[in-house]
């Protein structure tokens, strides 16, 4: 029995973007966890500087960055509510539930580009494409 869609397989991206694509990935919670949260939006950011011409390195750090800049507002978000004392006891779990999804997601992109497949995060604010 025949399929009715041919397989074709994707090409495989050079060994240089794949490199690209997994860094992507993980510069954001590396650079948050040594910058407190505040240059997570620097590592996809520079890597889509460099490599605008490879649209593996290109489509991933785009993705990073923009999921990044939307929960680094949350987190902000979370910032404020903390400051309202009253707001604590929404903004703790959020906190928690944000590190947890964001996280989960980067391990998520960075296994998928080690395997040469694209990750689309499930959250973003479309700045960079």
Not at 62 to 88: E, H, M, P, R, Y
Request: hydrophobic share 55%.
């Amino acid at each position: 029995m025949s399929q009715p869609y041919p397989s074709h397989s994707a090409p495989r991206p050079p060994e240089s973007s794949r490199i690209a694509a997994i860094l992507a990935h993980l510069s954001a919670p590396i650079a948050a966890v040594l910058s407190a949260g505040l240059l997570s939006l620097l590592g996809p950011l520079l890597v889509w500087l460099v490599k605008k011409d490879d649209p593996f390195a290109r489509r991933a750090a785009a993705g990073a960055f923009n999921f990044n800049l939307l929960f680094w507002v949350l987190f902000l978000l979370s910032w404020l509510l903390i400051i309202t004392v009253i707001g604590v006891i929404v903004a703790v779990p959020l906190m928690l539930v944000l590190f947890v999804v964001s996280a989960w997601c980067h391990v998520k992109g960075a296994v998928r580009a080690s395997n040469n497949q694209t990750y689309d995060y499930p959250f973003q604010l479309r700045v960079l494409s």
